[in-house]
């Protein structure tokens, strides 16, 4: 596989890159609540307004769930039951990703998924997946880091709740050549004073051959639609049919309308953005002519003023 130090990386057969359209992925994370029945559903919420892409988590509770965290006792749609246990139950094997996997094929929209432990990443493997997503959590797991590594894929690298240096770390261990790295803070849902927008210019310098992308926890639109406005390439939000459902990501997502507004408005944003080079567009020359009185001394040209 030939790379460029350039910032673009390819999610399949998509660009993604300052040159190219947004990419909007619509998190499906842990929202359906272990039912697969739901998946459909979301699948069809991010395929109506044109969304890139779908995403899903893939663990191996015991792995990754700490093991003081076994046995503590939670209050669930399916009655009191140890974390251990609530984390099995949520979690979807082979045959509910092959009804993702052919569900995405026939609606024609990607999928992928945040592997959180090396047997999830050669699981994922086994579907073809176009890209892989590094979770904030993950983003210390050098581990994890090297087995995504060793497939060639894109991955995007998600950098919440992490310093400055654990992202230069990972990127290290990854390679810059294969990454998409995603401003996020890793809050559910995220207060508006902790977004922190900036750091997506202050990525896009330290990283100057990585795209920049933007994985967003917060309630509302606007401050997405900023990000993609300050330079994002990659756009992550959560989705959920009806935010008073039962989890924890359910309040920070968007249902099947918030989704389509932020497709539409960021769609409206990077069209707006034009390529920063000043013109004089066709239409301001009749304007010109009614109301600019003085000509000045470095005139406009005459041939379209006239």
Known sequence: MIHTPTRERLIGDRPVGPAHPVYVTAEIGL?????????????DEAVEPGADAVKSHKRTP????????WDVERDTPWGRMTYIDYRHRIEFGVDEYRVIDQYSRDKGIQ??????????????????????KIASACLTDDDLLR???????????????????????????????NVILCHATSTYPAANDELNLRMIETLATEFPNVPIGY?????????????????????ERHITLDRTMWGSDQAASLE???LSRLVRDVRVVE???GDGVKRVYEGEY?????LRRVTGVVAADAAQVA
């Not at 929202?31 to 699948?43: E, F, K, R, S, V």
């Not at 991955?155 to 990854?174: D, F, K």
């Open 111 to 132: 999928w992928f998924a945040s592997p959180w432990d090396v047997a999830s990443v050669e699981f994922l493997n086994d579907f073809d997946v176009p890209a892989h």
């Open 31 to 43: 929202n359906h609540n272990g039912d697969i029945a739901t998946c459909p559903q979301l699948i």
């Open 215 to 235: 994985s967003g926890h917060e309630r509302g639109l606007q401050t997405t639609v900023a990000a993609a406005a300050l330079g994002a390439s990659f756009l």
């Open 271 to 273: 069209e707006a953005l």
């Open 62 to 69: 015991t792995v990754c769930t700490p093991r003081d965290q």
């Open 286 to 290: 009749a304007a010109m002519r009614k």
């Open 256 to 258: 099947p309308a918030g």
């Open 147 to 177: 087995a995504v590594r060793a497939y060639g894929r894109t991955v995007i690298l998600s950098t919440g709740m992490s310093t400055s240096a654990q992202i230069r770390h990972a990127v290290e261990v990854l390679g810059s050549n």
